[in-house]
């Protein structure tokens, strides 16, 4: 058939294929050597220590300019194929005093890197279950960069 030929899986999907594969010969460890994983396997608890490491860090540089606090919340797991499944987590959830809400995830979603955040009754939302361990420092900056005032 001649679509076989366009259809044909080529070596970088075959060996992307397999690398997945090898991932699940030890799904205990899955956790550990793949990042979607590990972040489904993190507690609430586990969130909220990194989340307030982030805003203790973040009001100890600019003192009153935001109000933050660590609350309850959840983490959608999938949209197109766990649409309804949520996990319990913790959240960051800054309410700058200088600029709207919708202005500072803006300023976020602009920085480079980037730092993806939701809008909930006025307050920036950050779900730390989504940020890499070692990326705290990253989002940290980000933010003391986007909560200055524009020049």
Known sequence: NPLARALRTDKLTAAGLEATLRLFQNPDRLPETHPLYHMLSLTPTSVEARARAVGEALGAAVGETVAWE????????????????QLPTRVLALSPREMSAEELSARLRQHEPPVVARIHKDAVLLDFRTVLDGEDPVVLEALLACLKPAP
């Open 70 to 85: 660590v609350r309850p919340d959840s983490s959608q797991v999938g949209s197109g194929s766990l649409p309804e499944a």
